[in-house]
């Protein structure tokens, strides 16, 4: 095994992907760098025909029976799944809960200035909780709480969707608000 190879291998160890004389199985399916399959071999055939062409033989599954080994360069396999891993986590959305704090007598402008940094938040793409907190005796009255809430969903109904209806959690009533699909798609043109 030459240095090259030896550098391949340890890398391997790391990322638990068997390579060359790691691969443990006694008879592996091979399949050629293009991707035609060419048969069941021993692994001892399986690396002669890797290193008749100058590259690496790995395993991609090892579950099957017998296990899948391609017959490719080890650094452009690596290269391959990195890239794969990078558009998977580039596409996932990532969201978090953003909290709106209300009391039953919140004034206007300050249910305008709360409304507003919510419709921020949901055009990014985070969710939004809105909570009616009371106080004391204000819990007496809840209808006005209910109120406040349906108007927060009523005024936001454009940008976003109810994902749980109001309810009571103690001295809070909440909603929580998940952007509209419209709203995901103008967050991806942009």
Known sequence: M???????????QKESVRVNEEIKAPKIR???????QLGIYTVKDGLRL?????????????????????????????????????IQRKNQQISLLK??????????HDFEFKLKHSVNFLEEGNKVKVVVMFKGRELAYTEQGEELLNRFIERTQDVSKLESPIKMEGRNMSIILVPSSKTKSKKKQQ
């Open 30 to 36: 091979v399949i050629d760098s293009d991707g035609s």
């Open 99 to 108: 909290e709106i704090r209300l009391h039953p007598n919140t004034d206007v």
């Open 2 to 12: 030459n240095t090259n190879n030896l550098e391949r291998y340890n890398i391997a």
């Open 50 to 86: 890797a290193e008749e062409r100058g590259l690496d033989l790995v395993e991609i599954a090892p579950q099957a029976s017998p296990p899948v080994c391609k017959i490719i360069d080890f650094g452009k396999f690596k290269y391959e799944q990195q890239k794969r891993e990078k």
